[in-house]
């Protein structure tokens, strides 16, 4: 079974940027969609973005223009964070769409 493994998470100041990067241990050219994925402490687990094969992207309407999902190849998708806030704070999962296959997740938090 294919693993993930995220990346980059970090503390950044309110309008900074990160790029979080998701890694797999085999190709996903073969998998449909990647996705990226949120939680905050003490809520559910929430969709960010979403980025097929072909490239089509699809983000949580509350974040379009500010978060980019990309593929850089067969093996990673990052998440661009520009004008970061501090509702952003979460732990970030990538997840391939239609599986149980989650990485570990990276925190990222948002503070002055």
């Known amino acids: 079974q294919v693993q993930l493994v995220e990346s980059g998470g970090d503390l950044v100041q309110p309008g900074g940027s990160l790029k979080l990067s998701c890694a797999a241990s085999a190709p996903i050219v073969s998998i449909n969609t990647m996705g990226w994925y949120r939680q905050a402490p003490g809520q559910q687990r929430d969709f960010v973005a979403a980025i097929t094969r072909g490239g089509t992207m699809n983000y949580a309407d509350s974040l379009k223009g500010r978060f980019t999902i990309s593929r850089a190849n067969a093996r990673t998708v990052y998440l661009q964070m520009n004008s970061l806030r501090p509702e952003d704070t979460a732990v970030y999962y990538c997840?391939?769409?239609?599986?149980?296959?989650w990485g570990q997740g990276t925190q990222v938090t948002v503070s002055s």
């Open positions: 997840h391939i769409e239609g599986t149980n296959v």
